[in-house]
């Protein structure tokens, strides 16, 4: 180690868990994004709403893949 570096600071994992109400509530959250999606959708062409799915799910798996490398770091 260099004279004046730091130590990194100690790696530690923490799992969570949702209670019943939490999960409950989850459920909740996603059903009502799900139907503001399908009502803001409905009047799109079904290719754009494939189209629309697709890209979103691309853009989450992006976001996770970047949170999970910041929390790598």
């Known amino acids: ?3 004046g570096a730091q130590p ?3 790696r ?3 799992r969570l868990a949702l209670t019943p ?3 409950g509530r989850l ?3 996603r059903d009502g994004r799900a ?3 399908r009502r803001l959708t409905a009047d799109w062409p079904p290719e754009e709403q494939q ?3 697709a890209l979103l799910a691309r ?3 992006a976001m996770e893949s970047y949170t999970a490398d910041q929390q790598g770091q």
């Open 1 to 3: 180690m260099l004279s």
């Open 8 to 10: 990194p600071p100690p």
């Open 12 to 14: 530690r994992a923490v």
């Open 21 to 23: 109400v939490g999960s």
């Open 27 to 29: 459920a909740e959250v």
């Open 35 to 37: 139907e503001l999606t």
């Open 51 to 53: 189209a629309f799915c």
């Open 59 to 61: 853009f989450n798996h």
